[in-house]
């Protein structure tokens, strides 16, 4: 996210298949930000995967942090690699 909450690319190469690295997002990205969100705003900080096709969505998985996602020396530190999504 930026400083106007809306997604941007993350600027690391991809590990798995360099090909794929700047595809465009799919069109159902919005509808899967939002679904996002509702799940995880009942949480201090999770991460909520979803699967799609393109064009539907499902849910994958679901993970919880403690702390709010915050790990010990390093907080929400921006600059932090464990903090960059």
């Known amino acids: 996210m930026d400083e106007n909450d809306s997604l941007k690319p993350s600027d690391a190469?991809?590990?798995v298949?360099?090909?794929?690295?700047n595809l465009p997002?799919?069109?159902c990205c919005d509808a899967a930000v939002t679904i996002s969100r509702q799940?995880?705003?009942h949480f201090g900080h999770m991460r909520?995967?979803?699967i799609s096709d393109g064009t539907s969505l499902w849910l994958g998985e679901r993970a919880v942090y403690n702390l709010?996602?915050?790990?010990?020396g390093i907080e929400?530190?921006?600059?932090e690699a464990?903090?960059?999504a």
């Open 13 to 15: 190469n991809a590990l």
């Open 17 to 21: 298949d360099q090909n794929r690295a």
């Open 25 to 27: 997002l799919p069109d």
């Open 39 to 41: 799940i995880g705003a």
């Open 48 to 50: 909520v995967d979803l």
């Open 68 to 72: 709010s996602g915050n790990f010990k």
């Open 76 to 79: 929400a530190h921006e600059n």
């Open 82 to 84: 464990l903090s960059k």
